[in-house]
T-cell receptor
C-alpha cells in the first residue's frame, strides 16, 4: 500500500503557484520523498525528490517539513500543460526499493 | 537523448488470446521495470530487471504473465491467456542506477 496521503483533486489558475500537499507520517529516516506526474495518455514523469532538505530544480520546488511527516510540491507558475495527476511517493534508498504509486492528486490548471 | 520506446501503443484482443509487448529502454540503463496501470489507479510494479536478471517479480501473475530481458537491453512482456481483468496500460520504465525512473508512453491493452 502507498505510504502517502494526497487530496484527490485541486484547481489552480494559470500563472499562479500550485501547492500540492502530501502527508507521509510513517516515513522512515532513510526514505526519500519522490514526486512524479502523469499527463493524460502519457507515462509518469519524474519531477523531483528529497530526503530532508528543501530541493529545487527547473520544474518545481519540494518543501519537506522538519519532522519529515509532510511535504509540499510547488509549481511556481502553473501553465495549462501542468494539468496532470501528481503522485507523491515515499521510497527507500536502495535499488531494490519499489516506487509504490497511490491514486495521486489530479491538478487542473484553468485559464 | 531518446526516451523509453514501447510498442505497440494500442492492442485489442479477445479473452484467452495471447499478446506481447516490447520495450527498448534508454541506452545504458541497467534497470528495467514493467508496470500495470488499471484505469483510475496508479501504476503497479509487475517485474524489475537488473541487466538481464530478475530483481523482483513478486507481483507478476506467473500463471499467465512472463517477461524476459535478453542481453540486458530490450524486454518483452507476454500474457497468455489474457483475461478481461488484464485490460490496462502496460508501462515500461528504465533507470541508470535504480533511483530515478524514466517511463515510456505505455501500451493500452483492451481485452474483449
Amino acid at each position: 500500500d502507498a505510504k502517502t496521503t494526497q487530496p484527490p483533486s485541486m484547481d489552480c489558475a494559470e500563472g499562479r503557484a500550485a501547492n500540492l500537499p502530501c502527508n507521509h507520517s510513517t516515513i522512515s529516516g532513510n526514505e526519500y520523498v519522490y514526486w512524479y506526474r502523469q499527463i493524460h495518455s502519457q507515462g509518469p514523469q519524474y519531477i523531483i525528490h528529497g530526503l530532508k532538505n528543501n530541493e529545487t530544480n527547473e520544474m518545481a520546488s519540494l518543501i519537506i517539513t522538519e519532522d519529515r511527516k509532510s511535504s509540499t510540491l510547488i509549481l511556481p507558475h502553473a501553465t495549462l500543460r501542468d494539468t496532470a495527476v501528481y503522485y507523491c511517493i515515499v521510497r527507500g534508498q536502495y535499488n531494490t526499493d519499489k516506487l509504490i504509486f497511490g491514486t495521486g492528486t489530479r491538478l487542473q490548471v484553468f485559464p | 537523448e531518446a526516451g523509453v520506446a514501447q510498442s505497440p501503443r494500442y492492442k485489442i484482443i479477445e479473452k484467452r488470446q495471447s499478446v506481447a509487448f516490447w520495450c527498448n529502454p534508454i541506452s545504458g540503463h541497467a534497470t528495467l521495470y514493467w508496470y500495470q496501470q488499471i484505469l483510475g489507479q496508479g501504476p503497479k510494479l509487475l517485474i524489475q530487471f537488473q541487466n538481464n536478471g530478475v530483481v523482483d517479480d513478486s507481483q507478476l501473475p506467473k500463471d499467465r504473465f512472463s517477461a524476459e530481458r535478453l542481453k540486458g537491453v530490450d524486454s518483452t512482456l507476454k500474457i497468455q491467456p489474457a483475461k478481461l481483468e488484464d485490460s490496462a496500460v502496460y508501462l515500461c520504465a528504465s533507470s541508470p542506477s535504480g533511483d530515478t525512473q524514466y517511463f515510456g508512453p505505455g501500451t493500452r491493452l483492451t481485452v474483449l
